[in-house]
């Protein structure tokens, strides 16, 4: 009997814990809050690498749109903006995960459009570092950051 007694007041203050500790931790964030839109325009049958290029000086900032995110890439295959790598994040750790709507000419694509992007940063010969995403549109390619993407970068920042 005792060690019953025993038994349910270690098991009835561990839930009492845990009950305590749930109540005093943040709230979970809501899907409005743990995930960023993105919507991605490309040129019809569009195949290759597309690249974000930030914190280039002078460039237009990224622009939302009903709060989305949104890269156009139906003229250029290079996004140059003013923006940081962080915008849109979650927080400052963490981009949160993303939502991705791939539009050619306005119609809606199959997600696996863009099966892969990535972020990337690449130093130049001057210590300088430029930081970049980059989307493989329609397979998996070699979207390294090409020379002439960097030269340009280097020339604005000068």
Do not use: N
Not at 25 to 32: E, F, V
Not at 49 to 57: F, H, I, K, L
Not at 82 to 110: A, D, R
Not at 111 to 135: C, H, S
Request: charged letters at 20%; proline letters at 7%.
């Amino acid at each position: 009997m005792q060690k019953r007694l025993i038994t349910l007041l270690v098991v009835g203050g561990l839930i009492a814990v845990f009950a305590i500790w749930l109540q005093s931790s943040p709230s979970p964030k809501t899907k409005d809050d743990t995930f960023s839109v993105e919507i991605i325009h490309l040129p019809k049958q569009f195949e290759g690498c597309t690249y974000v290029v930030y914190d280039v000086p002078d460039a237009p900032p990224l622009t939302t749109e009903d709060g989305a995110i949104t890269y156009d890439f139906s003229t250029e295959d290079t996004l140059f903006t003013s923006s940081p790598p962080t915008f849109g994040w979650l927080s400052e750790e963490s981009s949160g995960s993303y939502v991705t709507h791939i539009l050619e000419e306005g119609e809606k694509q199959p997600d696996d459009t863009i099966p892969f992007g990535a972020v990337g940063a690449t130093e130049t010969a001057q210590g300088d570092v430029i930081d970049y995403a980059t989307y493989h549109v329609r397979g998996i390619h070699d979207c390294s950051l090409p020379q002439s993407v960097i030269d340009e970068v280097v020339k604005r920042r000068e």
